[in-house]
């Protein structure tokens, strides 16, 4: 039985004296680790005889081993550079290679070129942005000033507003005021006669009715027989209604209303939201039903 050591379990006892794993090989020499494995068992057949000689010149140098002890009629070339394992290292890119690459690619990037190509129509775009803005900036900011402007003017037109109706509504005050009859009440002339006064009160020519609402009111009014209104009196809103004989009228709502006749000033005839019906004032008083 021939004990000779085969070329590939010669390598691997060295590689095992070394404690080398074939992972390790693999990783400093790049040689895949079935390529590895193949050498090994001596199982070249399923590696490329192109390939064979330059893989066993590859393990063999970083094992130390001299390849012509290992290749048949292995001559090391002449005149030129001998191959060395760390060819086969990844070795780090230069700097100056990396930055060349980088501005390269960016170069090369597609919407830069783009750009460049198109580059005074993406500066009249820019542009014209620019100056929208500019414009929508300053728009608004003369709106928010012109908005400051006349809000004080628009506050003085209010007031300036409610102080007219409210010396029109002292003017019709005053205007109602003088018209009012200043003779006594029917009630009063009434109490006169029954104490017996000798002076002898004088009934009123005529009657006033003069009716303000505090809150809405519905009322209708007869004068000597004639309806003379027949609606919705308004809050802060007053009537005046004279008559020779008699005034006849109604309220929706006696406590929202407050009444006058002939000058004087009736206290309230009824609660809030009460319905009387029929209220008749004559020159000798006011009678309720």
């Given at each position: 039985?021939?004990?000779?050591?085969?070329q590939g379990s010669?390598?691997?006892q060295i590689?095992?004296?070394?404690?080398?794993?074939?992972e390790?090989?693999?990783?400093?020499?790049?040689?895949?680790?079935n390529?590895l494995?193949?050498?090994e068992d001596d199982n070249?057949?399923?590696?490329?005889?192109?390939?064979i000689?330059g893989?066993?010149?590859?393990?063999?140098?970083?094992?130390?081993?001299?390849p012509a002890?290992?290749?048949?009629?292995?001559?090391e070339?002449?005149?030129?550079?001998?191959?060395?394992?760390?060819?086969?290292?990844?070795?780090?890119i230069?700097a100056?290679?990396?930055?060349?690459?980088?501005?390269t690619?960016i170069?090369?990037?597609?919407?830069?070129?783009l750009i460049?190509?198109?580059l005074?129509?993406?500066?009249g775009?820019?542009l014209?942005i620019?100056?929208?803005?500019?414009?929508?900036?300053?728009?608004?900011?003369?709106?928010?000033?012109?908005?400051?402007a006349?809000?004080?003017?628009?506050?003085?037109s209010?007031?300036a507003?409610?102080?007219?109706?409210?010396?029109e509504a002292?003017?019709v005050?005053?205007?109602?005021?003088?018209?009012?009859?200043?003779?006594?009440?029917?009630?009063?002339?009434t109490?006169s006669?029954?104490?017996?006064?000798?002076?002898?009160?004088?009934?009123?020519s005529?009657?006033?009715?003069?009716?303000?609402?505090?809150?809405?009111?519905?009322?209708?009014?007869k004068t000597d027989?004639?309806?003379?209104?027949?609606?919705?009196?308004?809050?802060?809103?007053?009537e005046?209604?004279?008559a020779?004989?008699?005034i006849?009228?109604?309220?929706g709502n006696?406590?929202?209303?407050?009444l006058?006749v002939?000058?004087?000033?009736?206290?309230?005839?009824?609660r809030?939201?009460?319905?009387?019906?029929?209220?008749?004032?004559?020159?000798?008083?006011l009678a309720?039903?």
């Open positions: 039985m021939n004990d000779t050591p085969t010669r390598l691997k590689r095992l004296q070394k404690g080398i794993s074939l390790e090989v693999h990783k400093k020499t790049k040689i895949h680790m390529i494995q193949a050498i070249l057949n399923v590696v490329s005889s192109v390939y000689r893989f066993l010149k590859i393990y063999c140098k970083f094992l130390g081993v001299n002890e290992v290749i048949p009629d292995y001559k070339p002449q005149g030129q550079i001998q191959l060395k394992i760390t060819e086969f290292q990844s070795s780090p230069p100056s290679l990396f930055r060349k690459n980088f501005i690619r170069k090369n990037f597609v919407p830069l070129r460049r190509k198109n005074p129509f993406v500066i775009v820019l014209f620019l100056v929208a803005f500019s414009l929508i900036k300053l728009i608004s900011s003369k709106h928010n000033k012109l908005t400051v006349t809000a004080p003017k628009a506050s003085a209010s007031l507003i409610l102080e007219k109706e409210k010396k002292r003017v005050q005053k205007t109602a005021s003088k018209k009012v009859d200043t003779v006594s009440t029917a009630p009063q002339e109490r006669k029954a104490s017996g006064d000798s002076s002898g009160a004088v009934l009123p005529s009657i006033k009715l003069i009716i303000r609402a505090q809150e809405d009111c519905y009322i209708q009014v027989g004639h309806t003379v209104f027949q609606g919705t009196l308004k809050k802060g809103r007053f005046t209604w004279q020779k004989e008699k006849i009228f109604s309220l006696a406590g929202a209303v407050s006058e002939n000058g004087r000033p009736i206290p309230s005839i009824g809030k939201g009460q319905s009387l019906k029929n209220i008749t004032i004559t020159k000798d008083g309720i039903p």
